[in-house]
C-alpha cells in the first residue's frame, strides 16, 4: 500500500551532510509521499519556518556533526515545535549514534 502526504527534510544547524537525507527523502517518494527537502545547514527558525507553511505530516532531521554542538539546536527546536499549530507534524531523525541519543533524550 502506498502511503501519501507531506514530508519535510533539512540537514540542521551546521550540518552539510545530506546523502543520507536525500536517499530517505527518495525513498519516501517511491513509496507516494510528496518530499521538499530545504537542504543542508538549515537553522531551526527556517525549519520551523518551513513547517508552518508546508504543514507537512513529517518533518525529517539531519544531523552528522558533534553531538554536544546539537544539544542547543534541539532545544530551540523544542520550543518552536510547542508553538506549532494543531495538527503537529511527526518528527524524525538521521544522524549518528551519539547526535541519535541526543535526539531521542530531546523529547522530540
Same mark, same amino acid.
Given at each position: 500500500?502506498?502511503?501519501?502526504? @507531506?514530508?519535510?527534510? *533539512? +540537514?540542521?544547524?551546521?550540518?552539510? $551532510?545530506?546523502?543520507?537525507?536525500? $536517499?530517505?527523502?527518495?525513498?519516501?517518494? @517511491? $513509496?507516494?509521499? &510528496? *518530499?521538499?527537502?530545504?537542504?543542508?545547514?538549515?537553522?531551526?527558525? !527556517?525549519?520551523?519556518?518551513? #513547517?508552518?507553511?508546508? &504543514?507537512?505530516?513529517?518533518?525529517?532531521?539531519?544531523?552528522?556533526?558533534? #553531538?554536544? !554542538?546539537?544539544?542547543?539546536?534541539?532545544?530551540?527546536?523544542?520550543?518552536?515545535?510547542?508553538?506549532?499549530?494543531?495538527?503537529?507534524?511527526?518528527?524524525?531523525?538521521?544522524?549518528?549514534?551519539?547526535? +541519535?541519543? @541526543?535526539?531521542? @533524550?530531546?523529547?522530540?
Amino acid at each position: 500500500m502506498m502511503a501519501s502526504g @507531506k514530508i519535510l527534510g *533539512a +540537514a540542521l544547524g551546521q550540518c552539510v $551532510h545530506v546523502a543520507g537525507l536525500c $536517499h530517505f527523502l527518495n525513498l519516501c517518494e @517511491k $513509496h507516494g509521499w &510528496k *518530499a521538499t527537502s530545504l537542504g543542508p545547514a538549515v537553522r531551526p527558525s !527556517d525549519l520551523l519556518a518551513a #513547517a508552518r507553511r508546508e &504543514k507537512p505530516e513529517v518533518v525529517a532531521v539531519s544531523y552528522r556533526l558533534t #553531538a554536544e !554542538d546539537l544539544e542547543p539546536l534541539l532545544n530551540e527546536l523544542r520550543q518552536g515545535i510547542e508553538a506549532l499549530p494543531e495538527p503537529k507534524p511527526r518528527w524524525v531523525f538521521g544522524g549518528t549514534a551519539p547526535t +541519535a541519543e @541526543k535526539a531521542r @533524550k530531546s523529547g522530540i
